[in-house]
Protein backbone atom coordinates (compact mmCIF):
# COMPACT_ATOMS: atom_id res chain seq x y z
CA UNK A 1 0.00 0.00 0.00
CA UNK A 2 1.79 3.42 -0.83
CA UNK A 3 1.94 6.50 1.33
CA UNK A 4 -1.34 8.25 -0.72
CA UNK A 5 -3.65 5.62 -0.26
CA UNK A 6 -2.75 5.01 3.41
CA UNK A 7 -2.93 8.37 4.30
CA UNK A 8 -6.44 8.66 2.91
CA UNK A 9 -7.66 5.34 4.41
CA UNK A 10 -6.77 7.22 7.97
CA UNK A 11 -8.74 10.38 7.13
CA UNK A 12 -11.33 8.24 6.10
CA UNK A 13 -10.73 6.52 9.90
CA UNK A 14 -11.15 10.22 10.86
CA UNK A 15 -13.94 10.84 9.24
CA UNK A 16 -15.77 8.02 10.31
CA UNK A 17 -15.11 8.14 13.77
CA UNK A 18 -16.24 12.29 14.22
CA UNK A 19 -19.59 10.82 11.88
CA UNK A 20 -20.07 8.23 14.82
CA UNK A 21 -20.01 10.53 17.60
CA UNK A 22 -22.42 12.59 15.93
CA UNK A 23 -21.21 16.08 17.84
CA UNK A 24 -17.81 17.09 18.97
CA UNK A 25 -17.00 20.46 20.78
CA UNK A 26 -13.29 20.89 19.25
CA UNK A 27 -10.52 22.78 21.30
CA UNK A 28 -8.93 25.44 18.80
CA UNK A 29 -5.83 27.23 19.04
CA UNK A 30 -5.70 27.64 15.12
CA UNK A 31 -2.20 25.85 14.63
CA UNK A 32 -2.72 23.60 11.41
CA UNK A 33 -3.60 20.48 13.93
CA UNK A 34 -6.85 21.92 15.32
CA UNK A 35 -7.73 23.90 12.01
CA UNK A 36 -7.09 20.61 10.17
CA UNK A 37 -9.27 18.80 12.73
CA UNK A 38 -12.27 21.66 12.79
CA UNK A 39 -12.54 21.59 9.29
CA UNK A 40 -13.04 17.89 9.22
CA UNK A 41 -15.06 17.55 11.79
CA UNK A 42 -17.28 20.38 10.53
CA UNK A 43 -17.53 18.43 6.74
CA UNK A 44 -18.06 15.49 8.44
CA UNK A 45 -20.90 16.73 10.89
CA UNK A 46 -21.60 20.23 9.70
CA UNK A 47 -24.16 20.48 11.81
CA UNK A 48 -23.17 19.03 15.12
CA UNK A 49 -19.82 20.94 15.01
CA UNK A 50 -18.79 23.71 17.87
CA UNK A 51 -15.45 25.21 18.40
CA UNK A 52 -13.71 26.16 21.52
CA UNK A 53 -10.84 28.95 22.22
CA UNK A 54 -8.94 29.55 25.34
CA UNK A 55 -7.51 32.77 25.48
CA UNK A 56 -4.14 33.17 27.57
CA UNK A 57 -1.36 34.74 27.70
CA UNK A 58 0.69 31.73 26.79
CA UNK A 59 -1.10 31.73 23.05
CA UNK A 60 -0.22 34.37 20.68
CA UNK A 61 -3.32 37.04 20.01
CA UNK A 62 -2.97 36.98 16.49
CA UNK A 63 -3.92 33.15 16.87
CA UNK A 64 -6.66 34.08 18.74
CA UNK A 65 -7.48 36.78 15.54
CA UNK A 66 -7.00 33.53 12.67
CA UNK A 67 -9.10 31.16 14.84
CA UNK A 68 -12.45 34.22 15.04
CA UNK A 69 -11.94 34.29 11.15
CA UNK A 70 -11.67 30.96 10.42
CA UNK A 71 -14.96 29.71 12.24
CA UNK A 72 -16.69 32.54 10.54
CA UNK A 73 -15.61 31.87 7.22
CA UNK A 74 -16.99 28.75 7.75
CA UNK A 75 -20.09 29.21 10.23
CA UNK A 76 -19.11 27.18 12.97
CA UNK A 77 -19.68 28.43 16.31
CA UNK A 78 -16.83 29.45 18.32
CA UNK A 79 -16.66 30.02 22.32
CA UNK A 80 -14.01 31.98 23.80
CA UNK A 81 -12.85 31.49 27.13
CA UNK A 82 -10.86 32.71 29.63
CA UNK A 83 -8.06 30.30 31.27
CA UNK A 84 -7.04 32.32 34.27
CA UNK A 85 -3.90 30.46 34.51
CA UNK A 86 -2.15 32.32 36.96
CA UNK A 87 -4.59 31.36 39.26
CA UNK A 88 -2.78 27.98 39.22
CA UNK A 89 0.46 27.66 41.87
CA UNK A 90 2.08 24.90 39.63
CA UNK A 91 1.26 26.96 36.33
CA UNK A 92 3.14 30.26 38.05
CA UNK A 93 5.68 28.48 39.52
CA UNK A 94 6.81 26.92 36.34
CA UNK A 95 6.45 23.20 37.44
CA UNK A 96 7.72 20.53 35.31
CA UNK A 97 4.38 19.12 35.89
CA UNK A 98 3.21 22.30 34.33
CA UNK A 99 1.37 21.27 31.70
CA UNK A 100 -0.52 18.67 33.47
CA UNK A 101 -1.94 21.38 35.73
CA UNK A 102 -2.74 23.82 32.89
CA UNK A 103 -4.36 21.23 30.72
CA UNK A 104 -6.52 20.08 32.81
CA UNK A 105 -7.91 24.04 34.28
CA UNK A 106 -8.37 24.61 30.63
CA UNK A 107 -10.17 21.22 29.15
CA UNK A 108 -12.21 21.29 32.73
CA UNK A 109 -13.60 24.62 30.96
CA UNK A 110 -13.99 23.32 27.84
CA UNK A 111 -16.25 20.45 29.12
CA UNK A 112 -18.32 22.46 30.98
CA UNK A 113 -18.65 24.55 27.96
CA UNK A 114 -19.40 21.90 25.57
CA UNK A 115 -21.68 20.14 28.13
CA UNK A 116 -23.49 23.79 28.35
CA UNK A 117 -24.31 23.33 24.75
CA UNK A 118 -25.81 20.04 24.99
CA UNK A 119 -22.27 17.79 23.48
CA UNK A 120 -20.67 15.33 25.34
CA UNK A 121 -17.41 14.47 23.22
CA UNK A 122 -14.66 17.03 23.25
CA UNK A 123 -11.31 16.22 20.57
CA UNK A 124 -8.47 17.91 20.91
CA UNK A 125 -5.37 17.67 17.89
CA UNK A 126 -2.88 15.33 19.08
CA UNK A 127 -1.46 13.59 16.57
CA UNK A 128 0.94 10.14 15.96
CA UNK A 129 4.58 12.95 16.31
CA UNK A 130 3.31 13.88 19.31
CA UNK A 131 4.20 10.44 21.56
CA UNK A 132 7.97 11.13 20.92
CA UNK A 133 8.33 13.95 23.61
CA UNK A 134 7.56 15.02 27.36
CA UNK A 135 3.90 16.17 27.87
CA UNK A 136 2.74 15.56 30.73
CA UNK A 137 -0.41 17.25 29.70
CA UNK A 138 -1.60 13.92 28.07
CA UNK A 139 -2.29 12.62 31.60
CA UNK A 140 -5.26 15.50 32.00
CA UNK A 141 -6.80 14.58 28.73
CA UNK A 142 -6.72 11.09 29.32
CA UNK A 143 -8.41 11.97 33.24
CA UNK A 144 -10.73 14.18 31.60
CA UNK A 145 -12.31 12.14 28.61
CA UNK A 146 -10.66 14.16 26.35
CA UNK A 147 -10.68 12.49 22.82
CA UNK A 148 -7.94 12.33 20.53
CA UNK A 149 -9.11 11.26 17.27
CA UNK A 150 -6.04 12.20 15.17
CA UNK A 151 -4.04 10.44 16.97
CA UNK A 152 -6.70 7.52 17.32
CA UNK A 153 -5.78 7.31 13.84
CA UNK A 154 -2.55 7.40 13.35
CA UNK A 155 -2.01 10.39 11.59
CA UNK A 156 1.45 11.99 11.07
CA UNK A 157 1.85 15.86 11.39
CA UNK A 158 3.48 15.29 7.90
CA UNK A 159 0.04 13.54 6.63
CA UNK A 160 -1.91 16.09 8.38
CA UNK A 161 -0.48 18.86 6.93
CA UNK A 162 -0.84 17.23 3.33
CA UNK A 163 -4.50 16.62 3.86
CA UNK A 164 -5.02 20.60 5.12
CA UNK A 165 -3.79 21.86 2.13
CA UNK A 166 -6.03 19.34 -0.07
CA UNK A 167 -8.85 20.24 1.45
CA UNK A 168 -8.12 24.15 1.60
CA UNK A 169 -6.87 24.63 4.70
CA UNK A 170 -4.73 27.81 4.72
CA UNK A 171 -2.86 27.06 8.12
CA UNK A 172 -1.24 23.86 6.29
CA UNK A 173 2.24 25.33 5.93
CA UNK A 174 1.49 27.28 9.25
CA UNK A 175 4.77 26.64 11.59
CA UNK A 176 4.52 24.60 14.55
CA UNK A 177 3.30 26.42 17.93
CA UNK A 178 3.85 25.60 21.19
CA UNK A 179 2.79 27.13 24.57
CA UNK A 180 5.10 30.52 24.99
CA UNK A 181 5.23 29.14 28.31
CA UNK A 182 7.91 26.42 26.98
CA UNK A 183 10.32 29.17 26.21
CA UNK A 184 10.98 29.78 29.63
CA UNK A 185 13.38 26.84 31.94
CA UNK A 186 11.66 25.12 34.69
CA UNK A 187 11.39 26.84 37.98
CA UNK A 188 11.61 30.55 36.59
CA UNK A 189 8.42 31.84 37.68
CA UNK A 190 5.72 32.90 34.81
CA UNK A 191 4.52 36.45 34.72
CA UNK A 192 2.16 38.01 31.68
CA UNK A 193 4.86 40.41 31.68
CA UNK A 194 7.51 37.81 30.43
CA UNK A 195 5.01 35.53 28.56
CA UNK A 196 4.08 39.22 26.67
CA UNK A 197 7.46 39.77 25.84
CA UNK A 198 8.48 36.73 24.32
CA UNK A 199 5.03 36.98 22.32
CA UNK A 200 6.49 40.46 21.11
CA UNK A 201 10.18 39.07 20.53
CA UNK A 202 8.86 36.15 18.44
CA UNK A 203 6.78 38.36 16.24
CA UNK A 204 9.84 40.24 15.70
CA UNK A 205 11.29 37.64 14.59
CA UNK A 206 8.37 36.50 11.96
CA UNK A 207 8.52 40.46 10.81
CA UNK A 208 11.88 39.80 10.34
CA UNK A 209 11.26 36.73 7.60
CA UNK A 210 12.12 33.87 9.86
CA UNK A 211 9.55 31.37 10.72
CA UNK A 212 9.54 28.33 13.02
CA UNK A 213 11.54 29.88 15.26
CA UNK A 214 11.58 30.24 19.03
CA UNK A 215 13.43 32.73 21.25
CA UNK A 216 13.65 31.12 24.73
CA UNK A 217 14.27 33.52 27.54
CA UNK A 218 17.40 32.99 29.94
CA UNK A 219 17.00 35.90 32.41
CA UNK A 220 18.16 39.08 30.13
CA UNK A 221 19.59 36.37 27.37
CA UNK A 222 17.36 36.02 24.45
CA UNK A 223 18.77 32.50 22.80
CA UNK A 224 17.10 32.26 19.23
CA UNK A 225 16.87 28.88 18.15
CA UNK A 226 15.95 29.06 14.07
CA UNK A 227 15.57 25.91 11.29
CA UNK A 228 18.75 25.38 10.45
CA UNK A 229 18.36 26.75 6.70
CA UNK A 230 17.69 30.11 8.34
CA UNK A 231 20.66 30.21 10.43
CA UNK A 232 23.02 31.57 8.09
CA UNK A 233 20.84 34.59 6.63
CA UNK A 234 20.83 35.46 10.88
CA UNK A 235 23.96 36.19 10.84
CA UNK A 236 24.43 38.11 7.56
CA UNK A 237 24.23 41.83 7.08
CA UNK A 238 21.86 43.63 7.65
CA UNK A 239 19.83 41.44 9.38
CA UNK A 240 22.46 40.66 11.84
CA UNK A 241 22.33 43.92 12.78
CA UNK A 242 18.59 44.23 12.84
CA UNK A 243 17.70 41.05 15.05
CA UNK A 244 20.37 42.14 17.83
CA UNK A 245 18.95 45.76 17.76
CA UNK A 246 14.92 44.57 18.00
CA UNK A 247 15.89 42.10 20.81
CA UNK A 248 17.66 45.22 22.68
CA UNK A 249 14.89 47.45 22.14
CA UNK A 250 12.81 44.66 23.94
CA UNK A 251 15.08 44.52 26.99
CA UNK A 252 17.30 42.14 26.51
CA UNK A 253 20.72 41.92 26.99
CA UNK A 254 22.76 39.60 25.32
CA UNK A 255 21.35 37.96 22.31
CA UNK A 256 22.89 34.71 20.43
CA UNK A 257 22.07 32.47 18.32
CA UNK A 258 21.98 28.42 19.20
CA UNK A 259 24.00 26.41 16.75
CA UNK A 260 21.91 23.12 17.80
CA UNK A 261 18.91 25.48 16.08
CA UNK A 262 15.04 24.50 16.39
CA UNK A 263 14.57 21.66 18.32
CA UNK A 264 11.21 20.37 19.45
CA UNK A 265 10.86 21.11 23.31
CA UNK A 266 14.49 21.77 24.08
CA UNK A 267 13.81 22.90 27.24
CA UNK A 268 12.40 19.01 28.23
CA UNK A 269 15.82 18.36 28.35
CA UNK A 270 16.34 19.51 32.14
CA UNK A 271 13.45 16.81 32.91
CA UNK A 272 14.18 14.13 30.51
CA UNK A 273 16.88 11.02 31.15
Known sequence: MNDAVLMEEKYQRLTSLLKEWKSVCVAFSAGVDSSFLLDAAHRAIPDGVMAVTVLSSMVPARDAEEASAFCAARGIRLVTLQADEFSIPEFAGNAPERCYYCKRNIFSRILLAARENGISTVVEGSNADDLGDYRPGMRALAELGIRSPMLDCG???????????????????????????????????????????????????????????????????????????????????????????????????????????????????????
Open 155 to 273: LSKAEIRALARRNGVAAWDKPAGACLATRVPFGTRLTPELLGLIERAEYALADLGFSGGRVRVHDMLARIELPVSQMGKAVDEPLRTALTTVMRELGFRHVCLDLEGYVKGSMNRAVLP
